[in-house]
């Protein structure tokens, strides 16, 4: 990750990101929320990414040092909070619910009234205890090993090569890789690349490719069945993340 810098923007409040944009890595003081109200975001940490489409916001801890990039225009919604209501040291994805989704709309909107904003803020956070966490989140491998694996498959997500063929090119067996995924990247290979895949579908329908032509580029068997895999993940069909 480039080198860091505090962040000296307000970290409440409504920014536009254009497609492809991005918001080089750096750290608030405050816990953070942030919500794409439109287009899809990711945050990336040195631990890896998580994806926010609309039903998504990610809570981000003080203090962690992290980037955003944005597919597809992007309404970036941050709310900075200086209490963690969440108890959560490390960032995690959660769901949105339409309520939940009204609060963040209205409360990092221009609001004159402090009273108003103060009810809104407690109701906003009653919500945030009660939204659950969800896994959109890809871990960045440390064993060089791994690492070589996981570049092929983020350059080709429709590489449908076992653990065994992919081990063969990166010098490792399928055994050691297996267990390095475990361990490093705290999944199963399955579940790992199952990740790459849906972070890749959610990017490239951010960018307007239809539903069946990202189903192919990412690899999956049949356009159902990729369908059927994004309703599991993100609670909608995959037409619905469509910019």
């Known amino acids: 990750m480039p080198q860091t810098r505090q962040a000296d923007q307000a970290t409440t409040g409504i920014l536009p990101i254009p497609a492809g944009g991005a918001i080089d890595a750096h750290w608030h003081d405050e816990h953070q929320i942030v919500y794409a109200g439109q287009g899809v975001l990711a945050v990336t940490t040195d631990a890896g990414s998580w994806i926010a489409p609309a039903n998504r916001a990610i809570w981000i801890p003080a203090g962690t040092v992290h980037e955003h990039r944005a597919y597809g225009y992007t309404a970036l919604h941050t709310i900075g909070l200086t209490e963690n209501p969440l108890a959560l040291e490390l960032p995690s994805a959660l769901v949105v619910s339409p309520l939940l989704r009204e609060l963040i709309l209205t409360y990092t909107a221009p609001m004159d009234e402090p009273a108003e904003r103060s009810r809104l803020y407690a109701v906003l956070l009653d919500q945030l205890r009660r939204s659950p966490q969800r896994p959109t989140y890809l871990p960045t491998p440390s064993d060089p090993r791994l690492a070589a694996l996981c570049e092929l498959l983020h350059n080709d997500p429709a590489d449908n090569r076992t653990l065994t063929e992919l ?7 399928e055994r050691t890789l297996s267990r390095l ?20 579908a959610l990017r490239l329908l951010a960018a307007g490719e239809s539903v069946t032509r990202v189903a192919h580029q990412c690899g999956w068997a049949s356009t159902s069945a990729f369908i059927d895999t994004f309703r599991r993940s993100f609670g909608h069909t995959p037409g619905a993340s469509k910019a």
């Not at 081990?167 to 067996?173: I, P, T």
């Not at 999944?187 to 890749?200: E, I, N, S």
């Open 167 to 173: 081990g063969a090119h990166v010098g490792a067996s």
């Open 181 to 200: 995924c475990r361990s490093d990247l705290g999944m199963t290979f399955p579940q790992w690349r199952t990740q790459l895949r849906l972070h890749t």
